[in-house]
């Protein structure tokens, strides 16, 4: 008996211990699985189908074209927001190369820095060919850019109204040289004021005889630039007939970048080799370096002049040339190739790859000095050891841009919004979609007006009146996003009209500026002039746009509170 109460009771106990875990454990197993699921929504990124570029942490609507946001793909491998991963097959489709900075491959070369450059004519060479008198051009002997003129070649034959009275004056005071020697040599010297020979002067007082049309011929050789006029033109005395330029010497000039200048001094030598002629190099001397550095590109030019009597050279061809310097390679500076580097303006990326195992890269910024022949020196921005891509850098960029990562054209994408996009983006309107959208506008001025005078009834009326023209709007021609534009800005103006409540009109006025905007950038105008204007508290200071027929500011988000809050953007027309 006691026997089997002890059973008993062992079985209850087992049944018990069981009956908790199925219970509890299973439900924590539930919670884990819960808190998981939670985490994995609270990293959900959303984005738009049509812009890549934006990124929000919850779904709702696009901010440029309104579509509604989809989920971004999420990475389940353990990759940071920036990097991407590539397949191995994309990899050797593209051809893309890495180096480990401060390898070999990466080593200063022999002491000289190399600078990009163009051949360009001598203009101490240039010469323009004018007319010496007033005249009609009758006959153009050279007429098309790159012929070859030899001194004294027929440039042209010009009717000279003023030159056939000259002549008659010679032939009359002919008869009166022995009587009036003052007066023949002054009619003689006009003439040749005008260029015209002794041997032609000559000629018509043997003859007697006027001529009505004169030959003018060229004063130098060289090579024709630039044709400045055409048959039949009427010209004055001193205007230019045509531009020639002797290419027996013509001027290199390359670009030095701030960091270069140092080393470069007037009448240093310089190697300079063509792409034309990659086995060829010619020597000259450094005879000019701007004195002012070009705020665009952050460079000065430099200049050497060449010989150029077999026409080796032609002007507009690509050229490097290479200094000697005084420079000293230091074992702590890096060097990458040039390759490794994209350029946005005053910025400088490469792409590191994060995993030594795996194609996964992420986009960095450095910062870079001198280049030396083939390699840039790294101030900042990498460490010796780490691998780059050295080939194929624009294909890693154009994979990152297009799975919504950071990338060179899209280097905010994931951080912030910039209402610059907007007036980035290309849409296409046909011809005559400008003359109704002109309706539009001006019931969008009044509208305008009416928020910055705080009269929601107006606001309301010129509202409605915009949307009954805007439905009327012929959509089938137009592309996917031209029409989501329209469907999304006759939305929010239904949305203003339907109320007389200030805030809230606003708040739909902010969005409604967010699709007119685009297409008022991309229709064609009548050429008056709108200014595209900003006020950065507006919208709980994340800024907000409007367009305005009025240079001066009169904000619509504010009124009288901020009347003149806000900045001008740019001019549209």
């Given at each position: 008996m006691m026997n089997k109460n002890s059973l008993y009771i062992i079985i209850a106990l087992v049944v018990g211990l069981l009956g908790g875990w199925l219970i509890f454990g299973g439900a924590s197993d539930h919670e884990e699985s819960d808190r998981h699921t939670e985490e994995l929504e609270s990293n959900q990124l959303w984005t738009c189908s049509m812009h890549p570029q934006i990124m929000k942490?919850?779904?709702?609507d696009c901010p440029i074209c309104g579509m509604d946001l989809i989920p971004a793909e999420t990475d389940t491998e353990g990759l940071a927001a920036n990097e991407i991963r590539m397949t191995d097959n994309a990899m050797a489709l593209a051809n893309i190369q890495t180096t480990i900075v401060g390898g070999d491959s990466t080593s200063q070369e022999d002491g000289s820095i190399s600078l990009s450059g163009k051949i360009a004519t001598n203009e101490e060479n240039n010469s323009v060919q004018a007319s010496y008198f007033d005249g009609r051009i009758e006959r153009?002997?050279?007429?098309?850019?790159?012929?070859?003129?030899?001194?004294?070649?027929?440039?042209?034959?010009?009717y000279a109204p003023n030159l056939v009275a000259a002549q008659q004056e010679l032939i009359t005071t002919s008869a009166l040289k022995e009587s009036q020697p003052a007066l023949y040599k002054a009619v003689r010297n006009k003439l040749k004021n005008w260029k015209l020979s002794e041997r032609q002067i000559d000629a018509i007082e043997f003859s007697g005889?006027?001529?009505?049309?004169?030959?003018?011929?060229?004063?130098?050789?060289?090579?024709?630039?630039?044709?400045?006029?055409?048959?039949?033109?009427?010209?004055?005395?001193?205007?230019?007939?045509?531009?020639?330029?002797?290419?027996?010497?013509?001027?290199?000039?390359?670009?030095?970048?701030?960091?270069?200048i140092s080393e470069v001094k007037k009448g240093q030598d310089i190697l300079i080799i063509p792409n034309a002629y990659p086995n060829q190099t010619f020597e000259g001397k450094i005879s000019f370096i701007d004195p002012i550095l070009s705020n665009s590109k952050r460079t000065v030019t430099v200049r050497a002049t060449i010989q150029n009597k077999d026409e080796l050279f032609k002007p507009g061809m690509f050229v490097t040339g290479k200094i000697k310097t005084t420079m000293t390679s230091k074992p702590d500076v890096l060097h990458i190739p040039a390759s490794a580097v994209m350029w946005t303006g005053e910025r400088s990326l490469v792409y590191v790859k994060t995993n030594p195992n795996e194609p996964v890269f992420e986009m960095r910024d450095i910062t870079i000095g001198n280049r030396n022949g083939e390699n840039y020196e790294v101030a900042s921005g990498l460490q010796q050891g780490e691998e780059i891509v050295t080939n194929g850098a624009f294909t890693v960029d154009a994979a990152a841009q297009l799975q919504g990562k950071t990338s060179m054209m899209n280097q905010t994408a994931t951080t912030k919004e910039d209402s610059s996009i907007l007036t980035e983006m290309?849409?296409?309107?046909?011809?005559?979609?400008?003359?109704?959208?002109?309706?539009?506008?001006?019931?969008?001025l009044q509208m305008k007006d009416a928020f910055v005078a705080g009269n929601s009834s107006q606001v309301s009326q010129f509202a409605n009146t915009a949307a009954t023209q805007l439905e009327s709007f012929e959509t089938s021609t137009l592309g996917a996003m031209e029409k989501m534009h329209l469907k999304q800005s006759?939305?929010?103006?239904?949305?203003?009209?339907?109320?007389?409540?200030?805030?809230?009109?606003?708040?739909d006025f902010v969005k409604f500026n967010e699709q007119l905007i685009p297409i008022a950038m991309n229709v064609e105008g009548n050429g008056e002039v709108l200014y595209l204007q900003k006020c950065p508290m507006a919208n709980n200071n994340k800024g907000a746009l409007w367009l305005s027929h009025e240079k001066e500011i009169r904000n619509p988000y504010f009124g009288d509170a901020m009347l003149t809050c806000g900045e001008i953007q740019r001019e549209i027309e």
């Open positions: 942490s919850e779904p709702g153009l002997n050279v007429n098309y850019e790159g012929q070859t003129v030899s001194k004294g070649q027929l440039l042209a034959t010009i005889k006027t001529t009505e049309n004169f030959p003018v011929y060229a004063t130098v050789s060289g090579t024709v630039s630039e044709v400045m006029t055409a048959e039949g033109d009427y010209v004055k005395q001193g205007q230019p007939i045509v531009k020639l330029s002797n290419l027996n010497s013509v001027w290199a000039e390359f670009d030095a970048y701030e960091q270069q290309k849409l296409v309107f046909p011809k005559g979609f400008s003359q109704s959208f002109e309706q539009v506008m001006i019931s969008y006759l939305k929010l103006l239904k949305e203003i009209s339907s109320t007389e409540n200030l805030e809230a009109q606003r708040a």
